[in-house]
């Protein structure tokens, strides 16, 4: 049956120990002690290894490259004023998201955008075909392979449109936790919110997803 | 099932999604989805969707903006706190605030300037229309006396004294003049100095306080009829400025002599002045009359009313013993003589 796929184990927990319901990756905790020291080598091994994860976390929330690019060096700039005061009690990268969610969510606030793409803008998926491959993906029995969606870009692009119609809330939990791969707990640390908020709150987001999709597959 | 309906059903799905739920609640998971077609459905399109955004490909960060980064955190590392100072993130952060304390200082001005138009439209009048307090200016100094004297006089405020003098002209010389000495050695109110200029002029100066000076014309009235002429001069402090009031009554010089502001006594001496003139003008003796008290609502100086918050100079209480006031020139000729 098709739920034998489900409730699978997560297999990247290399690196990393509960301490008090948290993940702290060791590794991470070592280069910021060395950065707290005034190693550069290690501050420039941490920037390195999430300046991809921050740049996609701001842009899949904004929606835009350019001030994606403008809000990640502001995340930068933060983590770097901001470094010698961090007491590790949770992990980097949580805190580094945390910082980074704040600003981008912030900046949308200013500048009231409706949404990550205008409805009124022209979207290359928006034909027959991308929509009824859409309706595949989400009604087949087959599971498809991610790999196989990633190398659709119409479907991707569609997908992209129905985040951006999310209201910001919702957003951001999806892509802390479908994209970004965060536990609730870690997305609770990053928002600062209760873990019971996280669940609830990714369920009427992945509820609210699922009627924009369904609806672009009833436009075929 | 009415699973749709139910948040704890959803929220139980999705943890199931994510592997966060506990290993009962995973049981109870797969015991729904088995029994219930609606929930294994729901459960498969939650997978889907997460299944199509985890797909999203990732985007490459500008490779600009990395090296900036790093720039900074070399600069950061490399120069202290203060290296970030010279960053374009900084620069533009100094410019913003400055911008910012720039418009915030235009805002006061333009209060301030709302403020002084607001203030000239509802301010009050102008100070010209106040009657308030003036500072009198010194007398003009008294004249050097000649050498008969009788009494020594000295005149220690000059600020407050009024300076008059009274020319009486008459046929009668001896007999005026003679009064006139008379009275001013019987009273105790007063001080005066008499020059005798031969044949027909006598100047005395008086120094006295303003109930003196009434008392001492209350006295010269009984003789006011053997007067030719009654001329009181007012001076008003500035040198050579002086009112003249012509064919003067006893009572007129009262009320000049009792005004407290020396603003006032020249007014009321003016108001006289051409009181008098007219009435010599015209043959009626209506406007005699005002001079009479017939009329008396007709001459009478309203008091000045104070309609500002500046306070006028207090009256000075004049006692028995009170300084004297009044420097009056009592000049009485022979009616052909000059003054």
Redesign the interface.
């Known amino acids: ?3 034998g ?6 297999s990247n927990k290399r690196d990393k120990q509960v301490v008090q319901g948290r993940h702290i990756n060791v590794e991470d905790t070592v280069l910021v002690e060395k950065w707290q020291l ?1 190693d ?1 080598r290690a ?2 091994q941490l ?1 390195g290894k999430y ?2 994860r ?3 976390l701001i ?2 929330i904004c929606a835009n ?1 350019d001030d994606a ?1 403008e809000l ?3 995340t ?2 933060k983590i ?2 901001s470094i010698n005061g961090f007491e590790r009690r949770s992990a980097f990268y949580t805190w580094a998201f945390r910082i980074a969610v704040n600003l981008t969510l912030n900046h949308r606030k200013r500048k009231a955008t409706v949404g990550f793409l205008s409805l009124d803008a022209p979207v290359a998926a928006d034909d027959e075909e991308s929509k009824r491959t859409l309706a595949a ?2 009604l087949d ?1 087959k ?2 392979r ?2 196989q ?2 190398e659709n870009r119409e ?2 692009e569609l ?2 449109k129905a ?1 951006g119609m999310l209201d910001d809330e919702h957003r951001t939990v ?2 802390l ?3 970004e ?1 965060m ?2 707990t870690q997305i609770a640390d990053v928002l600062a919110v209760e873990l019971g908020t996280v ?2 709150r ?2 009427r987001a ?2 609210a ?2 009627q924009i ?1 369904e609806a672009f597959c009833d436009e075929v | 099932m009415k699973f749709e309906n139910d948040p704890r059903i959803e929220e139980l799905l999705n943890g199931f999604l994510d592997g966060e739920l506990s290993t009962s609640e995973q049981a109870e998971v797969r015991r729904l989805v088995s029994k219930d077609e609606g929930v294994a459905r729901r459960l498969q399109g939650l997978e889907r969707c997460r299944l199509l955004m985890s797909s999203l490909p990732p985007a490459e960060p500008p490779a600009e903006v990395i090296s900036r980064i790093k720039g900074l955190l070399r600069s950061r590392l490399a120069g202290g706190a203060g290296a970030l100072d010279d960053t374009e993130h900084l620069r533009g952060a100094k410019h913003l605030l400055a911008r910012q304390v720039l418009a915030a200082a235009v805002m006061m001005g333009l209060v301030g300037l709302l403020g002084a138009v607001v203030y000239r439209i509802v301010s009050p009048p102008d100070t010209a229309q106040r009657p308030v307090a003036v500072q009198t200016r010194p007398a003009v100094a008294p004249q050097a006396l000649p050498v008969e004297t009788k009494k020594t006089v000295a005149v220690e405020d000059k600020a407050d004294v009024g300076l008059y003098s009274l020319r009486l002209a008459t046929t009668d010389f001896a007999a005026v003049d003679a009064f006139v000495n008379k009275l001013l050695d019987e009273s105790a109110a007063l001080q005066y100095d008499v020059t005798k200029e031969p044949p027909k002029r006598s100047v005395y100066r008086v120094l006295c306080s303003k109930a003196g000076l009434s008392a001492l014309v209350a006295d010269l009235a009984q003789a006011w009829s053997k007067f030719d002429s009654a001329t009181l001069v007012v001076h008003t402090g500035d040198i050579g400025q002086y009112v003249a009031v012509e064919s003067v009554r006893p009572e007129q010089i009262t009320d000049i002599v009792n005004q407290n502001m020396p603003e006032e006594r020249i007014r009321l001496a003016k108001d006289f002045a051409v009181l008098n003139n007219i009435s010599q003008i015209t043959q009626a003796g209506k406007m005699l009359a005002f001079s009479d008290r017939t009329y008396p609502e007709l001459t009478a100086i309203p008091k000045p009313v104070l309609t500002s918050g500046e306070k006028t100079a207090p009256a000075v209480p004049e006692g028995a013993s009170g300084k004297f006031r009044v420097d009056l020139t009592i000049v009485v000729t022979g009616s052909t003589s000059r003054f």
């Open positions: 049956m098709w739920c796929a489900l409730g699978r184990s997560r005034g550069a501050a420039e920037i300046q991809g921050i740049y996609n842009l899949k490259p690019a990640m060096q502001d930068f700039v770097l004023e993906v989400l029995d599971t498809p991610p790999t969606l990633a479907l991707c997908a992209q985040l999806i892509v936790r479908d994209i791969d536990s609730y669940k609830s990714l369920s992945r509820a997803l699922r999709l």
